[in-house]
């Protein structure tokens, strides 16, 4: 029986092209800088802190400066998948890319796995996962590997944006390791997340209670376009290192984005990560898409992420590898 | 420096550029596509960039730089297949096959794929992007040149163009090359100005673009050694042209020894189909005469004196007839015999013949630029045409002739038909077998006679009105062909349909910028 070799694809000047870059270095080991609480209110599953609930300006042109001080990557996933009779196949191409002299540099890797819960299927191939709850799973794995990408790939002394949450329903402790991991090689991950209907500002603010539908929609009324919120830091009760810094950033008038960074980066470098947002809103201008918000590079990532995954044929793949006859026909692309 | 294959798409090879490639391949470019041991020898045919990464307008609008990554770009290029060096035998053609890398062709690649002739005409390969030609390079910045089949020569070629494009330069460089390399004979007739009467001596330029020409197919400018200009002798060349004597002689026309049918060179314009008459005319005077060293003169009293205008004719063909001339016509050609009188019979001036033309490795210039020469010349060409294509009819010749007729139509004019072209026609025709060439040069293409256009298989433009060449079926722009720089041509090269434009090298004699 025939095996898909996971595969990664690394442009030839991966490595070569940093090397032009000599960006500034993003020291991220410095001490912990104190976050002055002033107002802390609770709510049953965690705790928010902040300090004033205050709308901040934003400037493209010192974003734009932060571009060429620093080493800006990204990540972005596409995934393929099939639903199939005997169970649920998977494409990935996990995409990583970094912002090069003269051109985006990508690093992708594209794996394959089969979801079943036949155990029989299972033991006979090495890509096929045994399992009762496919579709969580399935998310584990994805989330489990581009973690693992990402701590293999991206540049040290760089700038990480990833699309989507910091914290999933699952892997906690992953994501934490993961970020200290980055930690300690420089590497700054942020988040950015579009859709949500979060409220942790709204629940746990006492005056904003039961006023808006979500944060996003008080932070749209709140925040004019060019702006952004203040940091809230968020902790979990019940797993204190499950901690975030977030703040809401609008770049044009329709609904803002939430960016997310991991609570001990915030702490320790707390200007930076300020700084950073002005980045943040010139890469969104940068891309320019008024209905679709997302930093450029991001962007680029998905568009490489994309791109690659077509180059497999996943029904073919199938057949290859002996799961002939038991696909039906669905096939739709899922973001997730 | 490579350029990826994309795939195939309605029969072009579409290829797109790698990122350490920096710039447009233009049109006509000569890519070399590597496949293991295999190669394909592509040209291009399209050429544009593309922007990747499309950055925000809205960047724009705000007056900011944007990132540098978003001003990627690559050149996407549409190619034909013009040669495949593969030892594959099995009938069957190779795939080009996605992803496989293609480069700049070398200089050797390209001469492979358009069927370069060793020892053959070098001519640089040229193409037309964004309003501006230029020499091809290869990756080492030298300039692409291929060496064209010498046969060209002999399959007549045309050359045309607006004033000061180059037709002159060319026939020069082509003429020299007859001489030195074909170690044939040229005659060439000069109607304007001192425009060929100098290839005695080397051409003479501070151009560096020209220099490095000529270092690339390494030549030295130089005089043809063998060098004749005949002109009449009743002219006189002005002193402030600084020319040397050694190389002018003086000619005549002698009334015994023309044939009777270069007589219709006088008849330059006379459109009446009557006057065509004047050769059997003649003839039948001549044929009369009992004594031998008589004059032209003689021919005119006696025609001038039948006011009845009733003649005795006698065709080549023996027949005697005999004719009256329309009062017109016998007073038309009374006038051009008497203006024509001037050339014939001067003691100062020699009668030449085909062996004053027919020696290996020389060049000899009939200068007509002189007031009334083109009636001269029109008289003493047909005289010339006639006895080459006798001489290498009956073999007493084997040198290789090429023949070089400036503004061809002031010699031919009214000739629509194969007889009134007469041995031009049959040069043109028989060109191949017996060795012998002619070079065309006009500046618009329509004055070519027509009987003569489908015999002429190299066409060569300088820059033209697109209206003109439009009917040649070129695919062309008016901006790519009425821009042409000097020296730059569009063409179709009999044997070498892979080729388009070219720019000549500078003539190597008779040429001073
Ligand atoms: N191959 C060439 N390379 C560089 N320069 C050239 C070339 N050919 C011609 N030229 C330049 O152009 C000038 C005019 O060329 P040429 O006398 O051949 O024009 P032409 O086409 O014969 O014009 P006309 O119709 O007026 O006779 C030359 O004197 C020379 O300066
Ligand atoms: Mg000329």
Same mark, same amino acid.
């Given at each position: 029986m025939h095996k898909f070799q996971n595969r990664i694809i690394i442009d030839p000047n991966f490595f070569l092209s940093v090397e032009e870059l000599s960006k500034k270095n993003i020291d991220l080991s410095s001490n912990f800088e104190k976050f002055p609480l002033i107002s802390a209110e609770f709510l049953n599953e965690g705790n928010l802190y902040f300090n004033n609930i205050v709308a901040e300006n934003l400037f493209v042109e010192k974003g734009q400066k932060i571009t060429s001080d620093y080493i800006i990557g990204a990540y972005d996933e596409s995934i393929n998948k099939y639903n199939g009779l005997a169970g649920n196949a998977y494409l990935i191409s996990h995409t990583y890319i970094?912002?090069?002299?003269?051109?985006?540099?990508?690093? @992708? *890797?594209?794996?394959?796995?089969?979801?079943?819960?036949? !155990?029989?299927?299972?033991?006979?191939?090495?890509?096929? @996962? *045994?399992?009762?709850?496919?579709?969580?799973?399935?998310? !584990?794995?994805?989330?489990?590997?581009?973690l693992e990408f990402l701590k293999e790939n991206s540049i040290k002394n760089s700038i990480l944006l990833i699309d989507g949450p910091i914290f999933t329903g699952s892997l906690t402790t992953k994501t934490i390791d993961f970020n200290e991991y980055m930690v300690e090689k420089n590497i700054l991950p942020i988040y950015i997340v579009k859709n949500s209907i979060s409220n942790l500002v709204c629940d746990n603010v006492f005056s904003l209670k039961h006023k808006y539908n979500s944060d996003m929609h008080w932070a749209y009324k709140f925040l004019k376009p060019g702006q952004r919120s203040n940091f809230f830091i968020y902790e979990e009760k019940k797993s204190k290192r499950r901690a975030k810094a977030f703040c809401y950033l609008k770049t044009f008038d329709i609904s803002p984005v939430r960016i997310e960074v991991y609570k001990d980066i915030y702490l320790g470098k707390q200007e930076l990560v300020e700084d950073l947002m002005h980045l943040i809103y010139f890469l969104i201008i940068a891309q320019g898409e008024k209905q679709n918000p997302q930093p450029r590079p991001i962007i680029i990532a998905e568009s490489f992420s994309r791109e690659s995954i077509k180059l497999f044929n996943l029904n073919k793949l199938m057949r290859k590898i002996g799961i002939e006859g038991i696909m039906n026909q669905n096939r739709n692309m899922v973001n997730f | 420096m490579s350029w990826i294959v994309l795939g195939e798409d309605k029969g072009d090879i579409s290829l797109v550029s790698s990122r350490e490639i920096d710039g447009i391949a233009p049109k006509g470019t000569y890519l070399t596509i590597e496949n293991g041991k295999k190669k394909y020898i592509v040209r291009v045919t399209k050429s544009f960039q593309t922007q990747p990464y499309n950055p925000s307008p809205l960047l724009i609008d705000m007056n900011l730089e944007g990132l540098e990554a978003d001003k990627k770009c690559q050149n996407i290029i549409k190619a034909v297949r013009i040669k495949d060096i593969s030892d594959r035998d099995d009938g069957l053609i190779d795939f080009i096959r996605p992803q496989l890398k293609a480069r700049r062709s070398t200089v050797q690649e390209?001469?492979?794929?358009?069927?370069?002739?060793?020892?053959?005409?070098?001519?640089?390969?040229s193409t037309v992007f964004a309003n501006s030609i230029q020499i091809l390079k290869d990756n080492n910045k030298n300039p692409i040149h291929i060496n064209l089949h010498p046969e060209i020569f002999f399959h007549q070629i045309l050359i045309c163009g607006k004033t000061g494009r180059g037709k002159t330069v060319a026939s020069k460089y082509l003429a020299q090359f007859f001489v030195e390399k074909l170690k044939g004979a040229v005659l060439a007739v000069n109607v304007k100005e001192t425009d060929l009467i100098k290839m005695y001596k080397k051409s003479e330029t501070k151009e560096g673009s020209i220099l490095k020409e000529w270092e690339a197919i390494g030549k030295k400018p130089h005089g043809i050694y063998n060098f004749q200009v005949f002109y009449p002798s009743n002219t006189s060349y002005s002193p402030d042209l600084d020319i040397d004597k050694k190389y002018f002689k003086p000619i005549s026309l002698d009334i015994n020894e023309i044939d009777p049918e270069s007589l219709t060179g006088i008849l330059n314009n006379i459109t009446d189909i009557a006057a065509l008459h004047l050769p059997d005319i003649f003839r039948?005077?001549?044929?009369?005469?009992?004594?031998?060293?008589?004059?032209?003169?003689?021919?005119?009293?006696?025609?001038?004196?039948?006011?009845?205008?009733?003649?005795?004719?006698l065709n080549s063909r023996g027949d005697e007839a005999q004719i009256k001339l329309p009062y017109g016509t016998y007073q038309n050609i009374l006038r051009n015999l008497n203006s024509a009188s001037e050339f014939f019979d001067d003691p100062n001036g020699e009668f030449i013949t085909e062996k004053d033309i027919l020696n290996r490795e020389s060049m000899c210039v009939i200068d007509v630029a002189s007031k009334k020469g083109i009636n001269f010349g029109a008289i003493l060409l047909r005289d010339l045409l006639k006895r080459i294509v006798k001489a290498k009819t009956e073999g007493s010749s084997d040198v290789p002739i090429l023949i070089i007729i400036d503004e061809v139509h002031q010699f031919y004019k009214n000739a629509n038909s194969a007889e009134a072209l007469g041995d031009l026609d049959v040069i043109c025709r028989t060109g191949r077998s017996k060795e012998i060439g002619v070079i065309f040069s006009s500046q618009n293409p329509n004055d070519i006679p027509k009987g003569l256009e489908s015999v002429i298989n190299t066409k060569i433009f300088f820059g033209s009105e697109h209206s003109v060449i439009k009917k040649f079926g070129f695919n062309v722009s008016a901006n790519e062909i009425e821009n042409l720089e000097r020296?730059?041509?569009?063409?179709?090269?009999?044997?070498?349909?892979q080729v388009k434009f070219i720019k000549f090298p500078l003539s190597f004699s008779g040429v001073f910028i």
């Open positions: 970094y912002i090069g002299k003269k051109d985006y540099i990508p690093a @992708i *890797y594209l794996s394959f796995f089969f979801f079943s819960r036949s !155990k029989e299927l299972a033991v006979k191939n090495t890509n096929l @996962i *045994y399992s009762n709850d496919l579709e969580s799973e399935a998310r !584990k794995v994805i989330h489990d590997q581009m | 390209v001469k492979n794929a358009v069927r370069d002739k060793k020892e053959g005409i070098p001519i640089f390969l039948h005077w001549k044929d009369s005469q009992t004594t031998t060293g008589f004059r032209f003169m003689n021919f005119y009293n006696y025609f001038s004196s039948r006011e009845n205008r009733e003649f005795q004719t020296g730059y041509a569009l063409a179709t090269i009999y044997g070498t349909p």
